[in-house]
């Protein structure tokens, strides 16, 4: 497909679904809304990572689980207004995978994963997937990720398409385009299991004692951007929205929030689990590269580096998986 073509299929996706693409401002790219033609010239293709991320067309921010009224529940049809999340990046799509997992029993995810469509971007130009090697690509990589339909940049001018949902392929054919190829998902897990440098993380994490992660409490300020800003986070609160104006009536409400929040851990009485910034951080890591790879054999991290940028007081994974290292050998 070239671009011009594929501008028509961006103005065709628009008639059903609220497109999200990155969009360059200065030197970072940010996952807006594409409303009209000067949008979608905008969108940019670059495979760069964006700032923020495609989390809410997933999961809401702030999404109304029921109504109650007078006491009583009221049963909530569960309905989401269709949303495109256009040129995810590989690693914002194995995130994907993991909130799959995560919310593979719940109802309201599984609709809105239903209304929602996946378009996920890759890159052949200068990853070394020339020829033969394309193969391994759709082998190693496609194959593992959950998308609708996948662009490949296979030139100038040229993407290759492929599908991986019949989601993905009825919406092709029926903008009338056919030379896609379809990727049979073959599970999250690739064979050869989880990447040894992470792994590695994980023992470095399991092994470091309490006092290790007091370096990086006093460093960091709880702010919660690092988690807000990363694809694999999900943390929510639930709270009872009551209506002022009729006793008993109100709304159960769903929306963000972070480990790293002040009250996130806090139980009734006022006691937390997690009473201090350093049990915030090893918190953090600790679900990431020691819980979610034992409950789901992934990684919680896609090692896409937000949290690296975003962090305003500049802590970065690799500094503290080094300096975890550093200090167990100092013990
Ligand atoms: S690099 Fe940071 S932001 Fe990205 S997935 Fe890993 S922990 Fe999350
Ligand atoms: S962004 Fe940095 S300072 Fe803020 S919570 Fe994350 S690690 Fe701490």
């Given at each position: 497909m070239t671009k011009t073509t594929l501008n028509k299929f961006i103005e065709y996706?628009?008639?059903?679904?609220?497109?999200?693409?990155?969009?360059?401002d200065g030197s970072e790219l940010y996952v807006k809304p594409i409303n009209d033609e000067s949008e979608i010239?905008?969108?940019?293709?670059?495979?760069?990572?964006?700032?923020?991320?495609?989390?809410?067309?997933?999961?809401?921010k702030r999404d109304v689980l029921f109504d109650f009224k007078k006491g009583k529940f009221e049963k909530k049809n569960i309905k989401y207004d269709p949303e495109c999340a256009f040129?995810?990046?590989?690693?914002?799509?194995?995130?994907?995978?993991?909130?799959?997992?995560?919310?593979?029993?719940?109802?309201?995810?599984?609709?809105?994963?239903?209304?929602?469509?996946?378009?996920?971007?890759?890159?052949?130009?200068?990853?070394g997937f020339t020829g033969h090697l394309r193969e391994r690509y759709e082998e190693d990589i496609l194959e593992h990720i959950i998308f609708d339909i996948m662009l490949v940049k296979a030139g100038p001018n040229k993407w290759k398409f492929y599908t991986g949902s019949e989601k993905g392929q009825v919406i092709l054919e029926a903008f009338g385009f056919k030379d896609f190829e379809h990727i049979e998902f073959a599970g999250l897990i690739k064979e050869e299991g989880i990447d040894p440098?992470?792994?590695?993380?994980?023992?470095?994490?399991?092994?470091?004692?309490?006092?290790?992660?007091?370096?990086?409490?006093?460093?960091?300020?709880?702010?919660?951007?690092?988690?807000i800003d990363c694809p694999t986070c999900y943390c929510f609160n639930i709270e009872d929205e009551q209506d002022t104006k009729e006793k008993g009536s109100g709304q159960r409400v769903r929306s963000w929030t972070t480990?790293?929040?002040?009250?996130?851990?806090?139980?009734?009485?006022?006691?937390?689990?997690?009473?201090?910034n350093a049990r915030r951080i090893q918190n953090w890591y600790t679900h990431k590269w020691v819980r979610t790879p034992k409950e789901f054999q992934i990684m919680g991290c896609v090692n896409c580096g937000r949290c690296d940028k975003v962090c305003p007081v500049g802590i970065k994974r690799a500094d503290v998986f080094k300096w975890l290292e550093e200090h167990k050998k100092s013990k």
């Open positions: 996706l628009k008639q059903t679904y609220k497109i999200y693409a990155p969009v360059r010239a905008e969108i940019d293709f670059t495979n760069q990572i964006p700032i923020n991320t495609f989390k809410p067309v997933l999961l809401p040129l995810m990046s590989v690693m914002d799509l194995k995130a994907v995978g993991l909130f799959h997992q995560t919310f593979e029993r719940d109802p309201y995810y599984q609709k809105k994963r239903q209304s929602n469509l996946l378009i996920g971007q890759a890159f052949f130009e200068g990853t440098e992470l792994e590695r993380h994980r023992k470095e994490i399991v092994e470091a004692d309490n006092s290790a992660w007091g370096h990086w409490g006093d460093i960091c300020t709880a702010c919660g951007k690092c988690a480990c790293f929040y002040n009250d996130f851990s806090e139980v009734g009485g006022g006691a937390k689990f997690l009473k201090t």
